[in-house]
């Protein structure tokens, strides 16, 4: 037991250093993500002058974290392939890092990162633009890679633009991660 201790000691210190509030590893749940996001909400309510910061903050975490839920379940992927690694980190005095990573079908990924680079590349204005273009189109109900209208009002929320990574691993998979600046 003295290893693991002074692993999560260490681990501790590096919580403490990277000034991360909150992060989860493994399989996520809706109950899970819910009571994740109140903590969240109420913690940086509870530190922050604006309100506005930690809806924004709340509604990425979300949004994030619902994706991932949705996409495993579409994808009928268990527990393992299920797991979800989330990390909310104060970045500087106001501004936050959401950072969501999942397993993920290769060719999906490649799509998601391709699309979000995109949209890296788009001013607020061309963002809300390319919002309201958005929820003028039918919704495709095929449509599981979470490439849509939440991907936009994430882009959209951010301070600065969304940075996405592929990693991929064995047979045809990949642990895609996105983190946001808000």
Known sequence: MTVFTSNLSSLREFFNKE????????????????????????????????????????????????????????????????????????????????????????????ALLNRIRHLATLDKVELKQLYKQQLRQPKQNDQITGAGLGLIEIARKSSQPLEASLGETLQGKAFFSLRVII
């Open 19 to 110: 000034r991360i509030l909150i992060c989860f590893n493994g399989p996520i749940s809706r109950t899970l993500i819910g009571e994740i996001g109140i903590a969240l909400k109420d913690h940086i309510e509870s530190t922050q002058s604006r309100e506005s910061a930690a809806m924004d903050v709340f509604g990425v975490y979300i949004e994030m974290s619902q994706n991932i839920r949705h996409y495993a379940n579409a994808m009928a992927y268990g527990d393992k392939e299920a797991s979800a690694t989330v990390v909310i980190a104060e970045v500087d005095q106001g501004h936050y890092a959401v950072s969501a990573g999942n397993m993920i079908e290769l060719a999906d990924g490649e």
